[in-house]
């Protein structure tokens, strides 16, 4: 039983290059989000989803896209890479209502040069 | 009147000691609040959740207290020990959102 898995662990992009980081949980969960993590502050959340095929704006949505077309896949986007993008990011899922507890991935430390 | 524990970026504790870490949350209508630790290199693990409804739960080792009157939240660790060290948020639910909003953390330091 994996969890909530995270790929690339880490990655280098230049200004204007895209990417797609993905996350896969195996715990059949039905919320997925993705945060980011800066030095010295808490998790901010990006975007979230309610369940397969849906997606919602988290508190810093800017810049970033996200689609979850299967259940046990969240993937996030950048479609222009910029220096403030530089951060490490985290995948989670949760089950719906009765847990609200999340499972996190290891993280995705991304830096935009 | 009551006093209410500062939150502070970092805390540094003697092994074997109590530790005490505080978080102040937002929402008044948040009603379920969890503590997750950040060990260096990995992702949040949750370690204690607390409902709305109630002011104290206990768990192994921690214990997490609950002030709604003035939206204070604390984590109890008990006799400290140097796998402790950690970053340390605090996070509030509103369940039927279901989101968290995660605090600025607390680093905890234990010293052998």
């Known amino acids: 039983n994996a969890g909530v898995t995270q790929t690339p662990k880490f990655r280098v992009l230049k200004t204007g290059q895209s990417m797609t980081l993905l996350c896969a949980q195996d715990?059949?969960?039905?919320?997925m989000y993705w945060y980011r993590q800066d030095p010295g502050m808490g998790l901010r959340l990006i975007h979230y989803?309610?369940?397969?095929?849906?997606?919602a704006k988290g508190e810093v949505p800017d810049g970033y896209n996200v689609s979850r077309l299967k259940k046990q896949n969240f993937l996030l986007g950048l479609e222009s890479a910029a220096p403030s993008q530089t951060s490490v990011y985290f995948c989670?899922?949760?089950?719906?209502?009765?847990?609200?507890?999340?499972?996190f991935g290891q993280g995705t430390r991304l830096t935009v040069v | 009147g009551e006093s209410v524990g500062l939150h502070l970026p970092t805390l540094s504790v003697q092994e074997g000691d109590n530790s005490i870490i505080n978080c102040a949350y937002s929402?008044?209508?948040?009603?379920?609040f969890i503590w997750y630790k950040q060990e260096s290199g990995k992702g949040p693990q949750f370690i204690i959740d607390?409902?709305?409804?109630?002011d104290k739960r206990q768990g192994q080792r921690v214990t997490v207290l609950l002030n709604k009157t003035v939206k204070h939240l604390s984590l109890q660790i008990a006799a400290t020990q140097p796998g402790d060290s950690a970053v340390y948020f605090c996070?509030?639910?509103?369940?039927?959102?279901?989101?968290?909003?995660f605090g600025d953390g607390t680093t905890l330091t234990v010293k052998p």
């Open positions: 989670a899922s949760s089950y719906i209502r009765d847990n609200t507890e999340a499972f």
């Open positions: 715990m059949n969960h039905e919320y």
């Open positions: 989803s309610v369940g397969e095929g849906t997606t």
């Open positions: 929402n008044s209508a948040s009603d379920y």
């Open positions: 607390i409902r709305s409804n109630m």
């Open positions: 996070a509030e639910n509103i369940r039927v959102a279901g989101k968290s909003t």
